[in-house]
């Protein structure tokens, strides 16, 4: 390096690409798909876990795309690299988890867009992941979305068919209260 390059102005590092909200049907006790793709029953999530319905009930997308949208408006209570907690504004607990066993991956192809305590409105992007790793990686990328504190309510339900595309946004599942 000779002397005047010191003075030289240094380039900015390239700014991370933003992603766009989509629309959500964001309504009382409504979780909205978190990405475009072919929705499916938690009992068909392959994964014993969610597929039993363990951490709750809900749904799950097989994604076209590589983000994931809130699914409702609410508090960030936890951020894991594959996965996102939320705490809606009207008192469901959702977990939102990108993939089976992709905790293996400790966050390698993954993108988290927001952390904890942020408050998000149903459609923001929260996560982008890499299908591509996923797949590498020996795992499949099936999007879940799960209530975790699905006892507190009289019926969680899947309120669209199974093996129907679903649009990031859409409404999904219904909580109704007892």
Not at 68 to 96: Q, R
Not at 164 to 176: E, S, Y
Request: hydrophobic content about 45%.
């Amino acid at each position: 390096m000779g002397f005047f390059d010191m003075f030289k102005k240094k380039e900015a590092p390239a700014a991370a690409p933003s992603v766009a909200s989509v629309d959500a049907a964001a309504a009382p006790d409504t979780l909205c798909a978190p990405a475009t793709g072919k929705a499916v029953k938690m009992t068909d999530v392959p994964d014993p876990v969610f597929g039993t319905e363990v951490l709750g009930k809900g749904c799950a997308v097989w994604p076209e795309g590589e983000t994931v949208y809130a699914p409702v408006s609410g508090t960030v209570t936890v951020t894991m690299g594959h996965a996102v907690g939320l705490m809606s504004d009207d008192g469901i607990e959702v977990l939102v988890h990108v993939g089976v066993d992709t905790v293996n991956m400790q966050g390698k192809g993954f993108t988290g867009l927001v952390k904890k305590d942020d408050h998000v409105t149903a459609g923001q992007p929260m996560l982008q992941f890499d299908k591509k790793a996923i797949a590498d990686a020996g795992y499949k990328d099936v999007v879940v979305l799960a209530v975790s504190n699905t006892a507190e309510f009289a019926d969680v339900s899947m309120i669209v068919d199974p093996e129907t595309q679903v649009t990031a946004g859409t409404a999904v599942v219904k909580v109704t209260r007892k």
